[in-house]
């Protein structure tokens, strides 16, 4: 059980970037709408190897940096983050978001009690672009019309005890993505809690290119191997764990069958999986014609929904031949 001591508790609000001079100041700036007090509250922004400049902003925007001359990775550059917060409290968040509600600590700190050591806030539409389109697919928004117990909170943004993630050992070093998942899975071994909230508003700008978010669901992929192999996912995990076997299999079975391809091609727009369910694309593709009414962004939609379906699976491709030859991911 965990308990808080009276009153507003110090709180460390902890960012990691690399390169990210573009759009560090916009949540930098956003800081200034928060309630939360001042004295209360310290800034640390860990750059991992940027060669933009970054960590000079976040210096002027009064943040106490540190900085890694070469590129360590999201996991490493978290633990290093973590290290360094000064406050039992730590609050997430990423630098490509910026905070919407002025109470955005004190709305997840009313949740933060018992066996509850997570607390993730509700993310709003990004104004326009590919990043709006992206925050319809289920998986890449997280969102509450109540507060809910969930299986994760992620470091998008949210609010955490710190003890418990020194406990359990910090970041895993060899995931570069979903490091805060698997974290918040050893977390929930260990009987922890988390939840999510409708407030506690930002807005998350998603990757604003298909090169950047074809990038980012390759890497979810790789990683999403490594993840199904360490936990040991059960029947579907040892299913998927098994891709490099079954696609030569499949192959072979275009050639014989070559209307198989018409079902690959089909798949996405059928079937899309998000963060360990599966859910129909046409619902997707449906709810977002009706709240958006604009049919060029329902095409970038069917899109983005292919790139990332099979960037995911080049990325589960990779991570399997590199473990067959004995590599790390």
Known sequence: MITMRTGKPKVSILIIGRNTKDELPRLLKSFSKLTYPKKLREVVFVDDGSTDGSWKIAERFGARVFRFEKRQGRARVRNKALSLAKH????????????RDPHWIENMLKF???KVIGVAGDQLKPLGGLSRVIWYMPGMAYLADKPKEVSFAPTT????????????????????????????????????????IPNAAITHHFRSSFKGFAKQQYERGVFGGYLFRKYDMGAAGKITDKTIFIM???????????QLLYAVALFPLVLHAGLGYFNFFPGVLWNYLRSEKNIFGALKLIAAEYVKTFALLGGLLDYQLRNIRGRSP
Not at 159 to 178: C, H, Q, R, S
Not at 248 to 258: K, M, S, T
């Open 88 to 99: 039992p409290v730590i609050a997430w968040i990423d630098s490509d978001c910026e905070i």
């Open 112 to 114: 933060l009690k018992g």
């Open 248 to 258: 030569p299999v499949l192959g072979f079975a275009v050639l014989l069958w070559p």
């Open 157 to 196: 943004s949210s609010l955490f005890l710190k003890k418990p993630l020194l406990e359990v050992g910090g970041f895993d070093v060899n995931l570069i993505t979903a490091e805060d998942l698997e974290l918040c899975w050893r977390l929930g071994r260990k009987g922890y809690k988390f939840m999510q």
